[in-house]
């Protein structure tokens, strides 16, 4: 799938004294089965580009097209394909159990799954099947990114999109993020890795975008 932002400028409480411009004048083009590096500062603009990414914002100015469509005239359709963990996890969780919680998208997609399914998803980063009958709310917070995760790659989405996934993570979680990124290149599927530690995803990406105060400073083919 090809997606264009063709100069976004997103804007907050825009014509007022809280007014906050959040992307200005960016252009960007990339298909889905690239492998991107999205690197910048505290509020250079990343999280906002994800959530225009996902359809979850509208820009207050620009055009964003995917396979030359509007995607907010079928947003369910083109959301289905992407796989989303935002910085925060507790914010994607709606439900009351961690099996619930990683089946959510799979059952509002309507597709079918098997409970090995869910044993493996989260085999993934070596948690155990008990964890599935406890609330994702009263979870650690490197479980609650893990379970977070799993949950978005249980539905097979064609593109994921994670914002600082290795924060609150050990070792062993960071480098069951990058087997799963590393995964997605050998199945020809792409990701754009938000992150403060780009060192740690620098040889698993093609290209690498920066952002600085809301603007595209760079935009660079690492191989």
């Known amino acids: 799938m090809k997606i264009e932002l063709k100069e976004i400028y997103v804007s907050f409480e825009s014509g007022t004294e809280l007014e906050k411009r959040a992307l200005l004048n960016i252009n960007l ?25 996902d359809l979850l914002i509208k820009p207050t100015s620009g055009i964003i097209s995917y396979d030359s469509k509007n995607p907010f005239s079928d947003a ?16 994607q969780f709606f439900n009351e159990t961690v099996e619930q919680e990683i089946t ?32 994702p709310f009263k979870l650690s917070g490197g479980e609650q990114r893990k ?6 790659l249980f539905h097979k989405p064609e593109f994921l999109i994670f914002d600082e996934p290795t924060a609150g993570l050990d070792l062993s ?32 990406c093609d290209r690498v975008v920066t952002l600085e105060k809301g603007r595209l400073i760079e935009d660079r083919l690492l191989r």
């Open 29 to 53: 083009n990339f298909d889905t089965s690239e492998s991107i590096l999205l690197v910048g500062n505290t509020g250079s603009g990343k999280t906002t580009l994800i959530y225009l990414l």
């Open 76 to 91: 369910y359709n083109f959301r289905r394909r992407f796989g989303i963990a935002f910085q925060i996890p507790e914010r």
């Open 104 to 135: 959510y998208a799979a059952r509002n997609f309507g597709l079918e799954y098997r409970y090995t399914d869910i044993i493996d998803v989260i085999g993934m980063f070596k948690l155990s099947e008990n964890i599935l009958r406890q609330s």
């Open 147 to 152: 379970v977070a995760i799993a949950s978005i």
């Open 173 to 204: 979680g960071i480098f069951s993020i990058r087997e799963i990124l590393e995964n997605f290149r050998k199945d020809k599927k792409g990701f754009l890795v938000a992150t403060h530690e780009p060192g740690i995803f620098y040889d698993l």
